[in-house]
């Protein structure tokens, strides 16, 4: 049974600095491209970041470029979300998933994503 488990979400202030992990169990995942999802109250599920299969090609949504950094560990089945000079619109419950589409190119769009997480809340107060 494949499972994605997030973890290192929390509370945190305004300009702190957080790092999420994903581990996957169950399926092996280093073929594929693998991303990171958010959700803050009350508005729909957006994409956040994304990386490669090789960890060579990254991709991020314009309001988290240059503060956030999406890195893998396919050895360990893992992908990673460093998140720095956090603001408080970056709230949100965090997901992470799995595009089985093969292929490097990373997709935005939610339902190009085959497996998802349960998600982790991170709450940035101002």
């Known amino acids: 049974q494949v499972q994605l488990a997030e973890s290192g979400g929390g509370l945190v202030q305004a300009g702190g600095s957080l790092r999420l992990s994903c581990a996957a169990s169950?399926?092996?995942?280093?073929?594929?491209?693998m991303g990171w999802f958010r959700q803050a109250p009350g508005k729909d599920r957006a994409f956040v970041a994304g990386i490669s299969s090789s960890g060579g090609y990254t991709s991020y949504a314009d309001s988290v470029k240059g503060r956030f950094t999406i890195s893998r560990d396919s050895a360990k089945n893992t992908v990673f979300l460093q998140m720095n000079s956090l603001k408080p619109e970056d709230t949100a419950v965090y997901y992470c998933?799995?595009?089985?589409?093969?292929?490097?190119?990373?997709?935005?769009?939610?339902?190009?994503?085959?497996?998802w997480g349960q998600g982790t809340q991170v709450t940035v107060s101002s």
């Open positions: 169950g399926r092996t995942f280093g073929s594929y491209v």
């Open positions: 998933a799995v595009d089985l589409y093969p292929g490097n190119y990373v997709r935005r769009a939610e339902d190009a994503y085959d497996y």
